[in-house]
C-alpha cells in the first residue's frame, strides 16, 4: 500500500532514519511543526506501516562479527513444501537478510559471522535444512557503504 507524502512527512522520515531517539518536539522544531500536529504525522506513518520500527543499529565489528559472507543458493526444487523448510534458514541467527530471487541464483543470504570455522559451522547448518544444488559464498573485502536509510527525498 502506497500513501501520500508531502515533503513534511519526507523530511520526518529522512530525520528519524538518522536519529530515531530525538524527543516530539526536536522533530517538531526540525520540521516546523507544532508538537501536536508532528506527533500525528508520526503516529500516521507508523499505523499505516511506513515506519516499520525504531531499533538500534549494532557494530558488527564491536560484536566480533567483521566477516560478511553472501550466500547464493541455486535449487532444483521450487515446490511450497521445499520452500517452507528452506524458509527456516531465516531462523539462523547468523542471516541478517534472506531474499529469493530472479535469474541465475534462487536465494540471496547475507550472513555475519566471526571468522571462515564460524562460517563452516553455519554452512553446515544451513545445507541440513532443504536440499540444495548448489551453494557459492562470497566474502566481503571491504564495505564500501552500509546504510539502513530509504531514500525519501521529494521527486
Known sequence: MTIALDATDRRLLAILQEDATLSIAELAERVGLSQTPCWKRIKRLQDTGVIVARVALL?????DLPLVVFVSIKTSQHDEGWLEAFKKASALPEVVEFY???GEVDYLLKVLVKDIAAYDRFYRRLIAIAPLCD???SFAMEQIKFTTAVPVQCV
Request: no cysteine; aromatic share 0%; proline share 0%.
Open 59 to 63: 557494530d558488527r565489528e564491536a560484536l
Open 100 to 102: 529469493r530471487m530472479s
Open 135 to 137: 551453494v557459492s559464498s
